[in-house]
């Protein structure tokens, strides 16, 4: 690529996409988490392209807000308001850009595998050609709807026929175009240009920029075309089964990836790492983990058979249970997650509103669950234990802490050192308003207590189990608020003939009545 000014690039997205029968736009759905035309242009941006101009057509906002949010300021959008085919597709890209000199590259929508380093080849490749068209062929195991490359006696490309135009001699030619080309800009557009040559006379009545190579001959000039062996990376999606075949390869190209840099995939074909996801050594990745989005996972970090993974950042020898969701999490080092823990700093009715301090942060040595919740902003402090069915939203807490059992702790602080027994409620909530319920540093609350927000146990204080605490516990205090013991000697005894007897006659009156009954009808 020249060091003095970039190459543009052009992606063509405005098709529909009809082989996928989808009420999307063919080119938004998703390969390992990011749409297609997003990882198409993300090939081309990493390969030092610039503008990288997207044609929109169908479901153009969709699409053209897809690729603006890779936030990458090279990109551009251009409209192709009625879908005339991939010649007229180009034309609808063409711009300031396009009056310069030098070539330009063209990619269909649907290649999410391409590497950047392919698209430095091809523009090498078209340098040392010195040619207006280089174009990308392949060899795929089924040709089926490709256009097939039409070489003439001496091996030059003569032109690219489609398969629906082909002859049944042509259909059976291996060599397919990949629809990844370089091209001279000055060849391509004007008045003068191949684009303005073409005509739709074929079988599905388009403008196809495949027709511009035949152009090419026509007038002379050499067409260069570079087989490229790996004809799965430049694979189209069209259709449901293609869009699983470009999953399965881009998880299982992720996979090799990270295995070669030392990380244990223990089954590749069931890992699903997205390609955007930082792993580190001795990561170990069991069957069935998915790790999306932007995470990074430490070095000897364990994901578990089963987690699933978004946006985290887990830390060194942290330890993610079988089961685990985990959404916007920090999981510090050492942590552990037992089995079945949820976890989402995002917030679930209005995820727009999420902020990054809504994010869940895990201390260094903590140990939560198995079967824990913890809702947005949530922060946990070193050596924190959280257990079965205790759901956390939006408390800090301290170092050292423990909730072991059944709890639900929502909006407060608690401090260090403290311990909150099975089955503890912060009454949070009094159908109007959120209050904040304040449990200082080495305070213990017993089992079963309801803390009524706004509400503050004091530094040390202790509260006895099946309180209701409506008022501020002062430090240091033991306080109890629940209603007094009794005890009636003997009564039970006594409780109990009087519910057999009452029992007995009831009993009694039912056979009667069911005697009665039977007279009548005999
Ligand atoms: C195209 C090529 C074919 C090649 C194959 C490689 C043509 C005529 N054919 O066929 O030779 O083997 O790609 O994958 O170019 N698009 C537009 N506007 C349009 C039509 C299409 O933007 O008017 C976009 C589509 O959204 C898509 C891309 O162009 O992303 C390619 O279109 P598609 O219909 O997939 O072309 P193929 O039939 O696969
Ligand atoms: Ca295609």
Redesign the pocket.
């Known amino acids: 690529m020249s060091s003095t000014s970039p190459v543009p690039a052009v ?7 009809t082989r996928m029968k989808s009420r999307l736009a ?2 938004l759905h998703p390969v390992c988490g990011r749409p297609m ?1 997003a990882r198409a242009a993300l090939a081309l941006l990493r390969a030092g392209c610039a503008p990288v101009v997207v ?1 929109v ?2 479901q153009a906002d969709a699409v053209a807000a897809a690729v603006r949010a890779l936030g990458d300021p090279r990109i551009q959008v251009a409209v ?1 308001a009625e ?7 180009v034309a609808a890209a063409e711009g300031d850009w396009a009056a310069g000199e030098g070539p330009f590259v063209v990619v ?4 999410a595998l391409l590497v950047p380093e392919t698209v430095t080849r091809l523009l090498a490749a078209h340098a040392a050609a010195a040619g207006p068209v280089t174009f990308l062929t392949s060899r795929p195991a089924d040709p089926a ?3 097939r490359v039409v070489r003439d006696g001496a091996g030059s490309v003569e032109r ?1 026929v ?1 398969a629906k135009d082909a002859t049944p001699e042509e259909r059976r030619i291996g060599e ?4 990844v080309y370089a091209f001279e800009r000055s060849f391509v557009f004007g008045a003068g240009g191949a684009l303005a040559a073409l005509r739709p006379d074929n079988a599905q009545g ?1 403008l ?3 027709d511009v190579v035949a152009e090419a001959r026509r007038r002379g000039l050499r067409v260069a075309a570079l087989e490229h062996g790996d004809a799965r990376e ?3 999606v ?1 259709d449901r089964a293609e869009l699983a075949a470009a999953e399965a390869a881009l998880y299982a190209r992720t996979a090799d990836r990270w295995m070669r840099e030392g990380v244990t995939v223990r089954v590749p074909s069931l890992a699903w790492v997205e390609p955007e996801v930082e792993l580190s050594p001795d990561v170990v990745v069991e069957p069935g983990a998915a790790i999306r989005g932007n995470t990074t996972v430490g070095t000897g970090a364990w994901i578990g058979p089963g987690a699933l993974l978004a946006d985290c950042a887990i830390g060194e020898g942290a330890s993610i249970g079988p089961g685990c969701v985990l959404t916007r999490v920090t999981v510090e080092e050492g942590a552990t997650l037992l089995p079945y823990t949820v976890a989402h700093g995002v917030h679930e009715k209005d995820p727009a509103a999420t902020t990054e301090g809504d994010r869940v942060v895990v201390g260094p040595g903590a140990r939560i669950g198995p079967l824990a919740h913890l809702r947005p902003a949530s922060r946990l402090g070193a050596g924190v234990h959280v257990g079965n069915f205790v759901e956390v939203k939006n408390v800090v807490i301290g170092r050292g802490s423990k909730a072991n059992h059944l709890a639900y702790l929502g909006d407060g602080s608690i401090g260090e050192e403290c311990n909150v027994g099975a089955g503890v409620i912060f009454c949070n909530y009094d159908g109007f308003q959120k209050q904040r319920t304040v449990i200082e540093d080495g305070a213990f609350v017993g089992s079963d207590s309801q803390l009524v927000a706004p509400v503050v146990v004091g530094r040390g204080a202790y509260v006895g189990s099946g309180s209701t605490i409506t008022r501020n516990v002062p430090p240091g205090s033991l306080s109890i608020a629940r209603a007094r013991q009794v005890d009636l000697q003997g009564r039970a005894d006594q409780m109990r003939s009087r519910r057999l007897a009452r029992q007995a006659a009831a009993d009694r009156a039912a056979e009667e009545a069911a005697a009665r009954g039977e007279g009548r009808k005999g």
């Not at 397919?176 to 629809?179: P, T």
């Open positions: 992606v063509l997205a405005a098709g529909h996409g063919k080119v035309v044609v057509g169908h192709q879908q005339r085919g991939t010649g007229d597709a269909p929508g649907d290649v709807g490709y256009g690219i489609e397919v175009n990949a629809g388009e196809y920029l495949t430049l694979a189209g069209n």
